[in-house]
């Protein structure tokens, strides 16, 4: 009996060691015709895998979706609450699920409405507010579910009614699921939008000092037509993209884990770019006044302006560098610092 056993478990062993053998081979075919170090054969897979993060991030999204916005079987409960305010300058906004949305009208006050349908159960909690300080309106949407599952649509907003000459300070919004509608008052100052899951595109229309924009899973995507001074953005994981068509006289750009693509029409005076894992894509049409772009995993492709005579400091640990501007090792005397850690440097 023992001899048997051994003999099955010999067997077996050799035939794991063989498998494992051919694996090898077949690794190291695969780098040996794509000339490939080992380090590079990781560094491809995990970009394959970070630009693939977006589209797996949308399935979670719907689904996430799917679960706090529906119901089946219970019967369907409809909050309407309105609230009048004074005129204040900002906003502290909180939603779950709901849409936003600013609307200007002839009136002297603000006018906060609350809509939302939802299933008569206790597994589906949510709680709503809607209060008011001496200079700022807080609203907040609360959604707690517990073991709750829903096959049908169902939908949320709030709608903010304000002064047609109406001017917004500071705007804060927190969204656990990103907005299906966002629409922002006709002048704001300072814009801050963080969202759990789900995407955010945003078009700056009105002159701001700061737009700080954040998002834990999903794509970020704005642009600019009017002059932005201070511009900061986020992603946890998924895209994110942008487009500078007016002036801005700082900009930080940060991605953890996805593409970073931008079409620059107007250069900042200084731009931060940062990418953990994932290729970046920077476009000016005009030369580069101050930039620093971090890459730690993926390819950074710059393409420059014809009439851009820039100078270029860079540290590539692992990879290639191509650069039709002239470099230094000088990184006082350079206006462009470039830092790879696994990947290739192209400036076009």
């Known amino acids: ?26 690794i190291y075919s695969y780098m040996d015709s794509h000339e490939l170090t080992f380090k590079e054969m990781i560094k491809e897979d995990v970009v394959q895998l970070a630009n693939k993060v977006p589209d797996m991030v949308e399935d ?10 529906n119901t089946s079987g219970d019967s369907l409960l409809t909050i309407h609450e309105e609230n009048s305010f004074d005129i204040v300058s900002n906003f502290e906004i909180h939603s779950s699920t709901e849409d936003i949305l600013f609307v200007s009208e002839e009136r002297d006050d603000i006018l906060v409405i609350f809509d939302r ?3 008569d159960t206790d597994k589906y909690d949510l709680t709503y507010s809607a209060s008011s300080t001496k200079d700022t309106i807080r609203i907040k949407s609360d ?11 169902y939908k949320g907003s709030i709608t903010i009614y304000v002064p047609v000459d109406y001017h917004c300070d500071i705007l804060t919004i ?21 969202v759990a899951f789900g995407s955010i595109d945003i078009d700056v229309t009105t002159p701001l000092d700061l737009l700080d924009l954040s998002i834990n899973a999903g794509d970020l995507n704005f642009t600019t037509t009017q002059p932005v001074d201070t511009i900061k953005a986020s992603v946890d994981t998924g895209n994110l993209n942008f487009q500078l068509s007016e002036t801005a006289r700082f900009v930080e750009i940060d991605n953890d884990l996805g593409a970073i693509t931008a079409n620059i ?7 931060n770019v940062n990418c953990s894992v994932g290729d970046v894509t920077l476009i000016f049409n005009e030369p580069i006044l101050s930039l620093d772009a971090d890459v730690d995993l993926g390819d950074l492709t710059i393409q420059t302006a014809s009439e851009d005579d820039g100078l270029v400091y860079y540290n590539v640990d ?8 002239s470099t230094t090792s000088d990184k006082q005397n350079a206006n462009i610092h470039l830092d790879m850690n696994v990947g290739s440097i192209a400036i076009k």
């Open 1 to 26: 009996m023992n001899k048997d056993f051994d003999h099955y478990m010999k067997n077996g062993l050799l035939a794991f060691l063989g498998i494992t053998a051919v694996f090898g081979l077949l």
């Open 60 to 69: 979670v999204t719907d689904q996430t979706e799917s679960l706090v916005n």
């Open 117 to 119: 349908k939802l299933p």
């Open 143 to 153: 959604l707690d579910i517990k073991g709750y599952y829903s096959n049908k649509h």
């Open 174 to 194: 927190e969204s656990d699921i990103s907005p299906r509608t966002l629409s922002l008052p006709d002048h704001v100052n300072s814009l801050k939008a963080q």
């Open 265 to 271: 029409l107007i250069s900042p005076t200084d731009l």
């Open 318 to 325: 692992l990879g290639d560098m191509d650069s039709r501007l």
